[in-house]
């Protein structure tokens, strides 16, 4: 089975402190992805990375940066956490290749909460 | 650009009953996969089902079904026989064939009610 799994479940932080999110898989997955979810906006794309040290803006970068230095490892970093970036964080991997389709596996989640 | 619509934030189902959970989209492109994906309480987003837009026969699993109307640009989900364990966040997705991002819709809460 492939397993996705982010650092923390629950986190807390306070306005204006730098945050890591961490995220790892297990299956030598190329693809890997950061999202929001926030309700009655579903799931929205932050970044997301298609090999080691390369990545791509999704829908929402302001705000967040990534990292990747491994293969498995996919950091969201937020340099100045505020208010408004309490949410709930989804981590996902997909493998690479030419098929038509690659499946996404999904994370836990961090529940961030900035004060 | 692709847009997905959810237009059922919370919806109730009695126990081994069924229920239809309704999902539009915007597209240009002509090769693309949609998707249905579940989030229980616990958090863990898993995928229910999967149809390709080139594909005219309806997918199925298990209790879950699909009606896809590409016309219509329409992909519900029906579930059958409603479990408890269906209870969840119901999140319709879209990606472009040989792509690698998913665009969410806004989600449908699900609840089964004994």
């Known amino acids: 089975d492939v397993k996705v799994t982010q650092s923390s479940r629950y986190l807390v932080k306070r306005t204006g402190e730098k945050v890591f999110l961490e995220c790892v898989q297990d299956m030598d997955h190329e693809n890997m992805f950061w999202y929001r979810q926030d309700p009655g906006l579903g799931l929205r794309l932050i970044y997301f990375?298609?090999?080691?040290?390369?990545?791509e803006k999704g829908d929402i970068p302001e705000g967040y940066s990534v990292s990747r230095e491994k293969k498995e490892r996919f950091s969201l970093i937020l340099e100045s956490a505020s208010t408004n970036q309490t949410s709930m964080y989804l981590c996902?991997?997909?493998?690479?290749?030419?098929?038509?389709?690659?499946?996404?596996?999904f994370g836990p989640g961090t529940r961030l909460t900035v004060l | 650009a692709q847009t997905v619509t959810q237009s059922q934030p919370e919806m109730s189902v009695q126990e081994a009953e069924t229920v239809t959970l309704s999902c539009t989209y915007d597209?240009?492109?002509?090769?693309?996969?949609l998707f249905w994906y579940k989030q229980p309480p616990s958090r863990q987003m898993i995928l229910v089902i999967r149809?390709?837009?080139?594909?005219?026969q309806n997918a199925t699993e298990n209790r879950f079904s699909v009606n896809f109307q590409k016309a219509a640009k329409s992909f519900s989900l029906k579930i059958s026989d409603s479990q408890l364990g269906d209870t969840a966040m119901y999140f319709c997705?879209?990606?472009?064939?040989?792509?690698?991002?998913?665009?969410f819709g806004a989600g449908t809460i699900l609840r089964v009610k004994s």
């Open positions: 149809q390709e837009a080139y594909k005219q």
């Open positions: 997705a879209f990606m472009i064939t040989y792509g690698n991002k998913l665009v």
């Open positions: 597209t240009s492109e002509s090769n693309y996969y």
């Open positions: 996902a991997s997909s493998p690479g290749g030419t098929s038509g389709y690659n499946e996404q596996f």
């Open positions: 990375s298609y090999d080691v040290k390369m990545k």
